[in-house]
């Protein structure tokens, strides 16, 4: 039996893994609002909504001693993948922190409140976010402040800010510190002018200046603070205005990135693009996956059609936060169970975070039945520089099963990466792509292409 | 009196300054010293709504005085 080690913070409870089930203790610290939650109503119309993940009250046995001074044990659903803020693009990022002004807006009409803002309760089933953690509603003191509000600045609105401002992405600022981006810290890199503008001035630069005064003299301005009362609807406006604020932005860097239009500019001729899509839709058809992993999704194209040919649901995975946008435009308008993540893929993200094991690994988080990795290989091999042999590794530990593309030196796009430096690639060749292959799995099915000499193989580990 | 372009000078100086953080602090603090201001503010606008409200009917109560017309006759207007 395990406890999921990113739990530990909450007195009010724990989530632990076993068998399978995800199992969520209530302790007495935690009883009284969740009570108060569960007889709200507000429990029960924001699971029918799938705006929070649904719960069961089970046995406290199943949990053993574990639940020995739980009052309730609650039983989750199990998702599909657990990813991390520092996993998602952008847009990604964006539906989160609107979900969470929303829950917290609705709540709040029903004297409930969020006692944080932490982004990691916010997960996702497809491109629709949904808020796990039960633990973190409590109920409504009249006059109280928000009390996420920091927490939410950090972790949702200055690390999109950084985009909308500076068109830097969030992603490795975030996995390095884990908590987000603090208002110290971007209120140092604003802009005089920027510094000006309303809502900079109150959700970063007011904050900063108030935190760092209060360094020199923090009790009796912090005793006064705390004597005041905040009206209930001046709570609930600066969530309004947060949120409109939130909704409006959008990332600054607006140049095409080499992959963003990749779809209508990629060098396959007709015939060719149309023989990757019945591949790709036979493997689909034929292994019916639960869970495809989409290595250098893209825009989405394959991730797309996958769905089409019977995946239940897609995980994608780029570096380019452009073609992350449209992939996630992509999945939003069609309404496709598919998940754009962001991932430079020689640097996947570690176990890290308190004692190493608070945020797992992504290999420790693969769920794939399948994977595609079109035109994947060649990116780690030649312009990361990690042989051949340890792509091929990976590949194969990530999924039992998959469609792998070997694009040849050949080819226009390689012929371009190695347009500058010197070809120290010997073993890049389709032949030993081939016997790695056959010496780890057995080869199912492989077609190539005509025009530019790729070569799709589908594998399945056995 | 202080020029204009000083002013500006100044409020940009104070702005585009950010002075080192320290420990033993909650991280909240500046979140709550902000929430006290927004809290003040409010408070204050609802105190001068109470008291523009209270002033309003005053006003209304002595001109209706002053025309003789009932409460009715307000509401109509």
Request: aromatic letters at 10%; hydrophobic letters at 40%; a neutral charge.
């Amino acid at each position: 039996m395990g406890v999921v080690a990113g739990s530990f913070r909450d007195p009010a409870g724990q989530v632990y893994a076993v068998d399978g089930r995800i199992l969520r203790t209530v302790s007495r610290f935690g009883v009284e609002d969740y009570e108060a939650l569960r007889s709200s109503g507000v429990l029960q119309s924001f699971t029918e909504a799938g705006r929070i993940v649904s719960a069961e009250e089970v046995d406290k046995a199943c949990l053993g001693a574990a639940a020995r001074e739980a009052c309730y044990v609650l039983e989750h659903p199990r998702l599909p993948i657990i990813s991390y803020p520092y996993e998602w693009p952008f847009e990604v990022l964006k539906s989160a922190a609107l979900a969470h002004l929303d829950l917290q807006r609705d709540a709040l009409e029903h004297d409930i409140v969020l006692s944080d803002a932490s982004a990691y309760n916010v997960q996702f089933r497809g491109t629709a976010p949904l808020f796990i953690d039960y633990l973190s509603f409590r109920r409504y003191r009249p006059g109280e402040y928000w009390q996420g509000h920091r927490q939410f600045c950090e972790q949702f609105l200055n690390p999109l800010l950084l985009r909308a401002l500076f068109g830097l992405n969030h992603n490795a600022w975030y996995r390095g510190s884990q908590e987000g981006v603090t208002a110290v810290e971007l209120s140092r890199i604003l802009k005089w002018h920027q510094k000006l503008r309303p809502f900079l001035l109150m959700h970063v630069v007011l904050p900063a200046r108030f935190q760092l005064a209060a360094t020199r003299d923090a009790g009796a301005k912090l005793q006064k603070a705390k004597q005041r009362q905040m009206p209930k609807s001046a709570y609930l406006a600066m969530l309004g205005q947060l949120r409109d604020w939130i909704e409006g932005l959008r990332p600054r860097d607006k140049a095409p990135t080499v992959w963003s239009h990749y779809d209508h500019e990629h060098n396959y001729t007709d015939l060719d693009h149309s023989a990757k899509s019945a591949f790709i839709r036979n493997f689909v058809a034929a292994t019916k996956p639960g869970m495809l992993w989409d290595l250098g999704c893209n825009t989405g194209e394959y991730s797309e059609l996958a769905l089409g040919a019977g995946a239940q649901t897609v995980v994608g995975f780029d570096i380019d936060q452009q073609a992350l946008d449209h992939a996630y435009r992509r999945a939003v308008d069609r309404g496709l169970s598919f998940t754009p993540l962001y991932l430079d893929a020689a640097n996947p993200s570690p176990d890290q975070g308190w004692d190493g094991a608070e945020r797992r690994s992504l290999k420790a988080r693969a769920c794939a039945d399948a994977l595609i990795a079109l035109a994947f290989v060649h990116h780690l091999a030649i312009g990361r520089n990690v042989p051949l042999a340890q792509v091929i590794r990976w590949l194969l530990d990530l999924a039992p099963q998959g469609v792998i593309e070997f694009v040849p030196k050949t080819d226009p796009q390689v012929s371009r990466m190695l347009a500058l430096r010197e070809d120290i690639f010997p073993d890049y060749t389709e032949e030993r792509f081939l016997g790695l292959l056959q010496s780890q799995a057995r080869i199912v099915e492989q077609k190539r292409l005509v025009a530019d000499g790729r070569l799709l193989v589908w594998y399945r580990r056995d | 009196m202080p020029r204009p372009g000083l002013l500006f000078c100044t409020v940009v100086a104070i702005f585009s300054y950010t002075p080192e953080a320290f420990a033993y602090l909650d991280p909240g603090t500046g979140s709550i010293l902000l929430q006290g201001l927004i809290a003040g503010l409010a408070g204050g606008l609802m105190f001068i709504r109470m008291y523009w409200k209270k002033l309003k009917a005053m006003i209304a109560g002595r001109s209706r005085d002053e025309t003789g017309l009932g409460g009715d006759a307000q509401d109509k207007e």
